[in-house]
């Protein structure tokens, strides 16, 4: 009687396929690390839109106090330590309520010279809350905890949430409306500005800065964020709508 052979097709199956596996596990940590490092960018990235989030909204309220008298438009204001070329120009001794380069036909972007007066901007001593209200930029100068999560809430409830300790602090300041190349009424086309972002002024001026500052605390290092957001506004008014007038 013959003894037949078989054919070893299965024990090299087995072989190669422990073989993948061991491949395919070796790489596990890598993706599990990517994958985790990805979650930490998303984080971040939700920062970041909160704390631009909050710069827009902040900069849809008036420019100053001395826009939020309901009875007035929203008029350029008087800044006392701005620069000189952007006052309202004087034909003679009568104010123009414009400044240098606004058509005398347009009804936008004007100073309040008659009917009570020009207003001078707030002075930044001043800038804060005021009147218990938030009409305008610098009422939003705060430092407080945003409230995401509902924190007494189990975790059945609200989900595994990470990033439960974020706070948002908004400093709103003044800018050195200056330029430091050429000149408002000067015949260049061209202004130049010394980073403006860094020159804070102790002065009324022109221009603010809305800063809003995220930060969160956390035990693991790659989820702590300090995120730092800079915009600016400019004390320029706002048109008046045409209003049309049916009997």
């Known amino acids: 009687m013959k003894n037949r052979m078989r054919r070893?097709?299965?024990?090299?199956?087995?072989?190669?396929?422990?073989?993948?596996?061991?491949?395919?596990?070796?790489?596990?940590?890598?993706l599990i690390s990517t994958a985790t490092q990805s979650s930490y960018v998303a984080l971040q990235q939700e920062?970041?839109?909160?704390?631009?989030?909050?710069?827009?909204?902040i900069l849809t309220y008036h420019w100053d106090e001395g826009n939020t008298d309901p009875t007035r438009t929203v008029s350029v204001l008087v800044s006392p330590n701005g620069d000189g070329d952007l006052n309202q120009?004087?034909?003679?001794?009568?104010?123009?309520?414009?400044r240098a380069g606004t058509p005398d036909s347009s009804s936008r972007r004007f100073f309040h010279s008659l009917g009570g007066g020009a207003i001078n901007t707030t002075a930044p001593a001043n800038l804060g809350p005021d009147g218990g209200d938030r009409d305008d930029i610098d009422d939003f100068?705060?430092?407080?905890?945003?409230?995401?999560?509902?924190?007494?809430?189990?975790?059945t409830v609200i989900g595994d949430v990470v990033d439960k300790n974020i706070t948002i602090e908004v400093k709103v300041n003044?800018?050195?409306?200056?330029?430091?190349?050429?000149s408002y009424a000067g015949?260049?086309?061209t202004l130049t500005y010394n980073t403006p972002f860094d020159n804070n002024i102790t002065i009324d001026s022109n221009i603010k800065q809305v800063q809003v500052r995220l930060t969160t605390t956390h035990t693991e290092e790659e989820?702590?964020?300090?995120?730092?957001?800079n915009a600016f506004s400019c004390n320029i008014g706002a048109?008046?709508?045409?209003?049309?007038?049916?009997e």
């Open 174 to 182: 003044y800018l050195d409306d200056t330029p430091g190349g050429s």
């Open 239 to 246: 048109y008046q709508l045409r209003q049309a007038v049916f």
């Open 47 to 57: 920062a970041i839109a909160s704390a631009s989030a909050e710069i827009g909204m």
């Open 8 to 30: 070893a097709i299965a024990m090299i199956e087995l072989i190669f396929a422990i073989v993948i596996l061991g491949i395919v596990m070796m790489s596990a940590p890598m």
């Open 141 to 155: 100068i705060t430092v407080a905890t945003t409230a995401l999560i509902d924190l007494n809430s189990t975790s």
């Open 223 to 229: 989820l702590q964020k300090d995120i730092v957001l």
């Open 89 to 98: 120009e004087m034909n003679g001794t009568i104010p123009t309520g414009r």
């Open 187 to 189: 015949t260049s086309n």
